[in-house]
């Protein structure tokens, strides 16, 4: 037996209707916010995620599936969207169609990392980019949109957390500080973190090992180092999230695993999902549009798990999906009339009602325990003494009452359906 690659699952259809109500939340709130669906291709060129997410990254240094494919080209599964979205919103020339491009888009992604819960190594992710303007607004509907979606989902364990990384100026000054306050400890941190020591400290914040989060325990804070109008726009931030009454709390580790991120940064967490508890984070990228040969223009955008999102629901036990039934069901009393029945099926089906009938020649018990299966609302028997004299039997499944209507006339039956229907 040819089994799924580790780390990958399929969706099956038992699986479809909890995909399905998720997909439709996330339109209906992006819609709402007036955003426009974006779809990039799988694979790109390597360096797009090299230079926009950054070569000292897990997901560039470990995670990426690349491949040098026959025109000799580095090509990379895209392991995140942002960049992706950027590279289409740089080839484009949208900012010149319009100065403000608000997108989202849901899409497979891939990185070979250690499966776990809520992680596969190819994952499905929805988020939004809102590309063209510095407002600090612009991030708080960034948090508004996960939060609404998170929310709408019936979501009751989750907590923002926000914080901001000033601009590079700023930023630069705390990461010598932070340097100076490492220093003498350097050699006793981990083999990563003593890596992005030299390369890019702030990541060290990322780190999941004990040991290295002790020794930054007493570390310098980040927004004490933030300029005037990285701390204005913080603040705006934070009084605008108390307005809409969103709750949250500054957490000033949260640096994101990202080197194109600049001031706001944000995650939402779940309390549902075990130690991998982010169900979505973002925040602004105002250099990343430049970084990959656009015109120097604002970004902020966010990214969210659909599956950590289905696990949180699961265990939440939050989706109440409506019952999955089919209108109609034909039970052949004789095999012979597969035939008319299957136009009459057909006639149905093009009136919009959603139809079944059996194509295995099974009994009248078995196709009775199908309809059951499939939750059908009428079930129509075809044979016997009704048909030898035009008729067919209609029960209502659910109150047991049976009508005799004539064989050979659909719309008759479809007017009668969508009068009790």
Same mark, same amino acid.
């Given at each position: 037996?040819?089994?799924?690659?580790?780390?990958?699952?399929?969706?099956?259809?038992?699986?479809?209707?909890?995909?399905?109500?998720?997909?439709?939340?996330?339109?209906?709130?992006? &819609?709402?916010?007036?955003?426009?669906?974006?779809?990039?291709?799988?694979?790109?060129?390597?360096?797009?995620?090299?230079?926009?997410?950054?070569?000292?990254?897990?997901?560039?240094?470990?995670?990426?599936?690349?491949?040098? /494919?026959?025109?000799?080209?580095?090509?990379?599964?895209?392991?995140?969207?942002?960049?992706? =979205?950027?590279? $289409?919103? =740089?080839?484009?020339?949208?900012?010149?169609?319009?100065?403000?491009?608000?997108?989202?888009?849901?899409?497979?992604?891939?990185?070979?990392?250690?499966?776990?819960?809520?992680?596969?190594?190819?994952?499905?992710?929805?988020?939004?980019?809102?590309?063209?303007? !510095?407002?600090?607004?612009?991030?708080?509907?960034?948090? /508004?949109?996960?939060? +609404?979606?998170? +929310?709408?989902?019936?979501?009751?364990?989750?907590?923002?957390?926000?914080?901001?990384?000033?601009?590079?100026?700023?930023?630069?000054?705390?990461?010598?500080?932070?340097?100076?306050?490492?220093?003498?400890?350097?050699?006793?941190?981990?083999?990563?973190?003593?890596?992005?020591?030299?390369?890019?400290?702030?990541?060290?914040?990322?780190?999941?090992?004990?040991?290295?989060?002790?020794?930054? &325990?007493?570390?310098?804070?980040?927004?004490?180092?933030?300029?005037?109008? !990285?701390?204005?726009?913080?603040?705006?931030?934070?009084?605008?999230?108390?307005? *809409?009454?969103?709750?949250?709390?500054?957490?000033?580790?949260?640096?994101?695993?990202?080197?194109?991120?600049?001031?706001?940064?944000?995650?939402?967490?779940?309390?549902? %999902?075990?130690?991998?508890?982010?169900?979505?984070?973002?925040?602004?990228?105002?250099?990343?549009?430049?970084?990959?040969?656009?015109?120097?223009?604002?970004?902020?955008?966010?990214? $969210?798990?659909?599956?950590?999102?289905?696990?949180?629901?699961?265990?939440?036990?939050?989706?109440?999906?409506?019952?999955?039934?089919?209108?109609?069901?034909?039970?052949?009393?004789?095999?012979?009339?597969?035939?008319?029945?299957?136009?009459?099926?057909?006639?149905?089906?093009?009136?919009?009602? &959603? %139809?079944?009938?059996?194509?295995?020649?099974?009994?009248?018990? $078995?196709?009775?325990?199908?309809?059951?299966?499939?939750?059908?609302?009428?079930?129509?028997?075809?044979?016997?003494?009704?048909?030898?004299?035009?008729?067919?039997?209609?029960?209502?499944?659910?109150?047991?009452?049976?009508?005799?209507?004539? *064989?050979?006339?659909?719309?008759?039956?479809?007017?009668?359906? =969508?009068?009790?229907?």
């Amino acid at each position: 037996m040819i089994k799924a690659i580790t780390g990958i699952k399929d969706i099956l259809p038992s699986e479809i209707p909890s995909w399905s109500h998720l997909e439709e939340a996330i339109h209906s709130v992006f &819609k709402n916010y007036n955003y426009k669906e974006i779809r990039t291709p799988v694979f790109e060129e390597t360096t797009l995620f090299s230079r926009g997410i950054g070569e000292e990254t897990d997901i560039v240094g470990k995670e990426m599936y690349t491949f040098t /494919d026959r025109s000799g080209t580095s090509v990379t599964l895209k392991p995140e969207m942002t960049a992706a =979205v950027v590279r $289409a919103y =740089v080839e484009h020339s949208l900012g010149k169609q319009q100065p403000l491009n608000k997108l989202y888009y849901i899409s497979p992604m891939f990185r070979q990392e250690r499966p776990q819960a809520g992680r596969l190594r190819q994952f499905h992710q929805f988020g939004g980019e809102a590309i063209g303007s !510095s407002s600090p607004l612009l991030d708080v509907e960034m948090i /508004d949109i996960a939060y +609404n979606i998170l +929310n709408n989902l019936g979501l009751k364990d989750i907590l923002v957390k926000i914080n901001s990384l000033g601009i590079p100026g700023s930023r630069e000054r705390y990461k010598e500080e932070l340097r100076n306050y490492l220093a003498e400890k350097k050699e006793m941190l981990s083999e990563d973190s003593r890596r992005r020591f030299d390369k890019n400290i702030l990541r060290i914040f990322d780190s999941k090992i004990d040991n290295d989060q002790n020794l930054l &325990k007493d570390a310098p804070l980040i927004l004490d180092y933030l300029d005037d109008e !990285s701390k204005s726009d913080f603040d705006m931030v934070q009084s605008m999230l108390e307005r *809409l009454n969103i709750p949250f709390e500054i957490d000033q580790r949260l640096v994101r695993g990202l080197d194109y991120y600049t001031k706001t940064t944000f995650e939402i967490i779940s309390g549902s %999902v075990g130690s991998q508890n982010a169900l979505c984070g973002g925040g602004r990228y105002d250099l990343l549009i430049e970084q990959l040969g656009g015109e120097p223009t604002p970004g902020v955008g966010f990214a $969210a798990g659909i599956e950590r999102i289905l696990l949180a629901c699961e265990n939440e036990n939050v989706l109440n999906l409506p019952e999955d039934k089919i209108d109609v069901y034909f039970v052949l009393l004789d095999n012979e009339l597969k035939i008319e029945a299957f136009e009459l099926v057909h006639n149905l089906r093009s009136a919009g009602f &959603k %139809v079944d009938l059996d194509y295995m020649d099974r009994s009248v018990k $078995a196709q009775m325990r199908e309809a059951n299966k499939y939750s059908s609302r009428f079930v129509i028997f075809i044979g016997g003494e009704e048909y030898a004299s035009g008729k067919m039997n209609v029960k209502n499944m659910q109150d047991g009452n049976q009508f005799i209507m004539p *064989l050979g006339n659909s719309e008759e039956l479809i007017k009668w359906l =969508v009068e009790v229907k």
